[in-house]
């Protein structure tokens, strides 16, 4: 019977028994890379209609996919006509992170602070929420963990990290994040960190059919990585290694750029 997660409260710290991330993590070469579509030059203008229209389309968006996910759980909304609750209850965490995926992308595209710091932190407290009520779906999970730990690290900078390009509204050293908001991000990394490993470690809890590389697109696979060899390296590699380097990884640029601007260790093992 599958059991349904609380949403974890935003702040909180945990002490993990994980690898530390390298000092060098920021800037090391990366076997997948998630990139993203390219911003809008300048920022959204505060209370236009545009605005407004782009924050109704999220919030829809996001409610799709809190109601899918409920129909997971909820029979009674599984026999709600379509035009009330659109598309089935989710039945695998890879259906779940196309969705975040796509929305996270949107959010992106917006070139808005303002919006992109509270919508990327709503995505990531999402996937950590959902993640522990599917079998673990190593290659989908990744994958949105590291599209997200790139938006963080580039919004914590002010420019994108995979590109070197400046982002739109951070000029003049407006757009920055707030401590609050730093610390808001650590607790939730750390927390994702350990959710990943325990569901990693639950025995038989892989995903099967998402345990390797699935065949993709060329849509979707210039969407996950511009680098054919490393989606065929994983597609090869039938153990469990690349998961274990994987795990190590969650995050890890994340923490490692707010170890610098917080002013802490990012070895997270440390007391």
């Keep these: ?51 407004s229209s782009f924050i109704n389309y999220v919030d829809r968006r996001l409610l799709d996919i809190s109601r899918r996910y409920e ?11 379509a035009h009330e609750v659109e598309g089935h209850g989710y039945e695998a965490f890879s259906e779940v992170a196309k969705d975040l995926e796509k929305t996270l992308d949107i959010v992106w595209v917006s070139g808005t602070p303002s919006l992109q710091t509270p919508y990327v932190l709503t995505i990531a407290l999402t996937t950590s929420t959902y993640l522990t009520s599917f079998s673990f779906a190593p290659r989908q999970t990744f994958q949105l963990l590291k599209k997200l730990d790139l938006a963080f690290c580039s919004l914590i900078r002010g420019h994108d990290v995979e590109t070197g390009d400046a982002l739109p509204g951070f000029e003049g050293g407006r757009g920055r994040l707030s401590t609050t908001e730093k610390v808001r991000i650590k607790g939730l990394v750390e927390r994702t960190r350990v959710s990943v490993v325990e569901i990693a470690g639950k025995d038989g809890s892989i995903d099967a059919a998402s345990g390797t590389m699935a065949t993709m697109t060329d849509t979707e696979k210039d969407l996950v990585t511009d680098n054919d060899d490393a989606v065929k390296d994983r597609e090869d590699d039938l153990g469990h290694g690349i998961w274990e380097m994987e795990l190590a990884r969650v995050y890890e640029r994340t923490l490692v750029e707010l170890g610098e601007s917080l002013g802490f260790s990012s070895h997270i093992g440390d007391g």
């Design 1 to 51: 019977m599958t059991s349904r997660s609380s949403p974890p409260n935003p702040g909180g710290f945990f002490h993990s028994t994980l690898p530390s991330p390298p000092q060098s993590a920021v800037t090391s070469p990366r076997s997948v890379s998630s990139t993203f579509p390219k911003p809008r030059s300048h920022p959204l203008k505060p209370g236009s209609a545009r605005e």
């Design 71 to 81: 129909k997971r759980f909820n029979l009674d909304m599984q026999d709600q006509s």
